[in-house]
């Protein structure tokens, strides 16, 4: 991929040893053997000239980088510290990723996450070993993508999966804006004062908070984000915005019947609202009935079908995939995020990982490289891979 300007920085070296946790890190790349999709010498000259012609967005990650034990995970998550995987992002061919921190899982003064003291401690804290570095920079308009782009750098955009946070306080919507974030989730697996999350009642949907809330996103510039809300949550907030939303990372339910993944209806009327899905590839996600073990080619079935269903033009890609075990920090969190209602009911194959797809370094070149040699065109690739994403952002965020 074409190199980013990185100088070997590591999370945080700045501080002293004794001020950060005793822990031993995951390696960054090749930590599995995940395969590379196979091109030959002409294809692969062709990825590496799209990387360097289009914009590359992640619609949803994380790139931090996790301990190789997990089994003290949560009392590691109390440090506030995520150690961002500057190697790998330099090794991964993007120009910008929507990294979803760990809003959830900020959990220094409870360990039920999503408190505002907390999440406001875990973005200042990020933000703070990303400033002491100069391949990352915090992009808060698209000008500032499209620089990093130019530049050599890599545009951060700090995302939060759920509002819980915010209670029912809406001017603090504004102050997350002023910090920089710029993609709001309506809410997560729980409801909150906004909606419904995936464990909630199906006829609970957006309140009348949620529309106050979806209101004050929409003057103030931030991208609205329904991944993790229910169905009819997600309706609500796609009528009620004055402009296009994200679902950031997910995918088909045709295709698999889970509650993590998005009806038919739902995916259309975030199209037809202007709006882009970011299909997802966290383990067990898209998987299909006609391939239940989760790899890169169940990933872009479920890509495929989504493109079929309300065009190229209204898909793109959030990976939800990090540096580590990924597998294991879902059992490590399965009760702090409550994972079990987002799981479908139909028994498939555990994978330890996602062969082709397991981390933000391989995501997006294997991507690149299976629509390649599956014969899209680069004016389709180029929209997948950010221009859709990009066409939101100038509509959505303030100039």
Partial sequence: MPPKKYDGYRAYQYLDPADLPRVELVEQIDRVPS??????????????????EHLVISLHDHLFVAPKDLA????????????????????????CVFDGMMDG????????GWKWDDVIFDIGMRLSDIAHQEMVRVALTTDDIRRAKAEGGVAFVISLEGSAMIENEVDRIDVLYGLGVRSLGICYSEGNALGAGLK????FGLTAFGRRAVRRMNQLGIAIDVSHANDRTSMDTIEASAGPIFITHAGARALWDSPRLKPDEVIRACAEKGGVIGIEAAPHTTITRADTTHSIESFMQHFEYCVDLVGIDHVAF????????HVGLHGALREA?????????????????VDGIENPAEAFPNIVRWLVTHGYSDADIGKAVGGNIMRVLDEVWAR
């Fill in 35 to 52: 395969k590379k999709v196979a091109t030959t010498d002409e294809q692969e000259a062709h990825v590496r000239r799209l990387f360097e």
């Fill in 318 to 325: 959030g990976p939800d995939v990090l540096f580590g075990d």
């Fill in 200 to 203: 909630e009642p199906a006829d």
């Fill in 337 to 353: 995020l409550s994972l079990g209602a987002s799981k479908g009911t139909s028994p498939f194959p555990m994978v330890d990982y």
């Fill in 105 to 112: 899982t900020a959990m220094i003064t409870s360990r039920a």
């Fill in 72 to 95: 003290g995970f949560l009392e590691f998550r109390r440090w506030g510290r995520e150690f961002t995987g500057y190697e790998g992002i330099a090794a991964s061919g993007l120009d």
